[in-house]
């Protein structure tokens, strides 16, 4: 059964480089799609953007200029940078299984504030 | 982007009697071609991740009980609960997967009254 863990720093400050990675355990990260999906404290779901295997990527056009998603196939690992944060990037971010599909498989997600 | 709202907000539903929620898209999300919705029904616990209940709209994730369905085609969703049990207090989200970005409605929350 695959399972999802993300990894990263839980206080970035202001204009700084968000960085989490999602580590995939049970199964090939070769095989699907994979998405970042992100929840503001209190608020709604926002997906990020996913990637595949072979480089190909697909971000949502709200944080398209300021994301990169990218792969560690070596790992078993993809990894989501985000530039430029303020505090508005504050938010669970969670990693998923999928691309533009339903998600049925989460991480538990990994809280990062943007604070100075 | 496809805009998906929820309605109501919220509810609050006695132990055993049905709760309602609706989900419309801004655009059909019913593709021709293969004559599917591509509409996704989440659960969401506080401090869990949401976990997906139902897909093409009215199909059930496995395992998720059957006193929750999905209906509607088009634009125009519902996902019932024919018989609210304690441990569905949740806020539940719908999600149109038919192109991207890939969205999600605001979510609608499910309390015991």
């Known amino acids: 059964q695959v399972q999802l863990q993300e990894s990263g720093p839980g206080l970035v400050k202001p204009s700084e480089t968000l960085s989490l990675t999602c580590t995939v355990s049970g199964g090939s990260i070769s095989t699907y799609y994979w998405s970042w999906i992100r929840q503001p404290p209190g608020k709604g779901l926002e997906w990020i953007g996913y990637m595949y295997y072979s480089g190909s990527t697909n971000y949502n056009p709200s944080l398209k200029s300021r994301v990169t998603i990218s792969e560690d196939t070596s790992k078993n690992q993809f990894s989501l940078r985000l530039s430029s944060v303020t505090a508005a990037d504050t938010a669970v971010y969670y990693c998923a299984r999928g691309g533009i599909t339903k998600f049925a498989v989460w991480g538990k997600g990994t809280t990062v504030t943007v604070s100075s | ?113």
């Open chain 2, 1 to 113: 982007d496809i805009v998906m709202t929820q309605s109501p907000d919220s509810l609050a539903v006695s132990l055993g009697e049905r709760a309602t929620i609706n989900c419309k898209s801004s655009q059909s999300v019913l593709y021709s071609s293969n004559n599917k919705n591509y509409l996704a029904w989440y659960q969401q616990k506080p401090g869990q991740p949401p976990k997906l209940f139902i897909y093409w709209a009215s199909t059930r994730e496995s395992g998720v009980p059957d006193r929750f369905s999905g209906s509607g085609s088009g634009t125009d969703f519902t996902l019932t609960i024919s018989s609210l049990q304690a441990e569905d207090v949740a806020v539940y989200y719908c999600q149109q997967y038919y192109n991207t970005p890939v969205t999600f409605g605001p979510g609608t929350k499910v309390d015991i009254k």
